[in-house]
């Protein structure tokens, strides 16, 4: 699980170009494809509008504890702090 995300914005040079439904469009053919996420016995979505003022987020999960998803935030929010440069690599 730990280049899922990544993948995802290697592939277009820069994720804020891609929809929702092409993430999840390139998802779905990796798993069925055999890809990085073959294997994957757990998912989580996390779902972001900021149509309005008001920042929405919600999440969908698939076979993950509360625990689980709190974690994977935590490992994602590192990753991203150290792919942005606000950290140095493995002081996350």
Known sequence: MDSN???LVDRTGSSKFQSPEMALREALEDIKEGGC???SSKML???VDD???E???GFAN???KASEIIAACEILKSRML????HIGE???
């Not at 150290?82 to 440069?85: N, P, R, T």
């Open 37 to 39: 996420w073959e294997a």
């Open 82 to 85: 150290v792919s942005m440069g």
């Open 62 to 64: 698939a076979a993950m």
């Open 5 to 7: 995300i990544v993948s």
């Open 90 to 92: 493995g002081n996350g």
């Open 45 to 47: 979505i996390i779902v």
């Open 55 to 57: 920042f929405k987020i």
């Open 51 to 53: 149509s309005t003022d």
